[in-house]
């Protein structure tokens, strides 16, 4: 129970990686704020965590609008009366070659992941700072190191990383760590997606990225959750600015 009394904000909580961080962060002692841009399926994952015994709520927020970030974290304060810890899961892909890519999906995946990551963290830390004390996770990924047909994501991804190393030079003052969990292949309805759009399906691709794992299989959110609980937790109260990879690889 390293989080007891701690209140976590998942965005991107309702699904994948954030529901499954949710869920570990309320079964190591914290109550939780699931966010995410649909607020039926964000309330629907915080009443299963209730019937579980946790304390959750959920709340809708696209996080690409200041105004719904704002009152995302007003209402996760308000209602569970402080705020020690944000993780930034929301976030999708709108992959294509950069001779095919649109304007437009540069903006929504550049939006989604970094301004987003950006305005969530900003509001998060205004709480922090009055507190003097925060942890802060952004989540990038193995893409940052490029990928092809992620030239938006990759861009987002890697951006985060040094959003991160920055707020933690600008945070560190007030007790507040800012750390990066950059997964690699995990199964979630992103990479469903990928699969579908490869015209594969999610076994065909999940066998040919594990025979060249050196863990010999794909990522479970859980293996992320599992890190980013560290990062949380005190045991991590000296680790700042770093960007941890989990993806079954060096
Ligand atoms: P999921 O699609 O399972 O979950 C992402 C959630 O974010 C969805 O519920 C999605 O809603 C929500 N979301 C999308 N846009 C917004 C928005 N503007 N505001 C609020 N919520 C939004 O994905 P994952 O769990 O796989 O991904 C979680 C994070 O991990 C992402 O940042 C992703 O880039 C990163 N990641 C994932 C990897 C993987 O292999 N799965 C690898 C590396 C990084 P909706 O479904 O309605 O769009």
């Known amino acids: 129970m390293r989080l007891q009394d701690r209140v976590a904000l998942v965005t991107g909580g309702a699904r994948g990686i954030g529901l499954a961080t949710a869920k570990r962060l309320v079964a190591e002692g914290a109550a939780v704020a699931i966010a995410d841009i649909d607020g039926d399926v964000a309330e629907d994952a915080a009443a299963a965590i209730r019937q579980g015994g946790g304390r959750a709520i959920g709340v809708g927020c696209d996080v690409t609008s200041r105004q719904q970030v704002e009152q995302m974290v007003a209402r996760t304060a308000a209602e569970l009366s402080r705020l020690d810890i944000l993780v930034t899961c929301a976030g999708l892909i709108r992959d294509n070659l950069v001779h095919k890519m649109s304007e437009e999906d540069w903006d929504l995946v550049i939006d989604t992941h970094l301004k987003g990551s950006f305005l969530c963290a900003q509001a998060a830390q205004a709480l922090m700072v009055k507190q003097r004390?925060?942890?802060?996770?952004?989540?990038?990924?193995?893409?940052?190191l490029g990928n092809r047909g992620q030239a938006n994501y990759s861009a987002a991804k890697m951006g985060i990383q040094g959003l991160a190393r920055t707020l933690s030079l600008e945070l560190g003052r007030y007790d507040i760590t800012v750390?990066?969990?950059?997964?690699?292949?995990?199964?979630?309805?992103?990479?469903?997606?990928?699969?579908?759009?490869?015209?594969?399906?999610?076994?065909?691709?999940?066998?040919?990225?594990?025979?060249?794992?050196?863990?010999?299989?794909?990522?479970?959110?859980?293996?992320?959750a599992g890190a980013i609980a560290f990062f949380a937790s005190d045991d991590a109260s000296y680790v700042t600015g770093q960007v941890?990879?989990?993806?079954?690889?060096?």
Not at 133 to 144: H, M, P, V
Not at 186 to 204: D, K, L, P, S
């Open 179 to 224: 750390n990066v969990v950059a997964p690699g292949f995990i199964a979630t309805r992103m990479t469903e997606a990928t699969a579908a759009r490869m015209g594969i399906t999610f076994e065909q691709m999940s066998e040919g990225f594990a025979a060249t794992n050196p863990i010999a299989r794909i990522g479970e959110p859980e293996d992320v």
């Open 244 to 250: 941890l990879y989990v993806r079954g690889a060096p």
């Open 133 to 144: 004390s925060g942890r802060i996770i952004l989540i990038s990924s193995t893409s940052a």
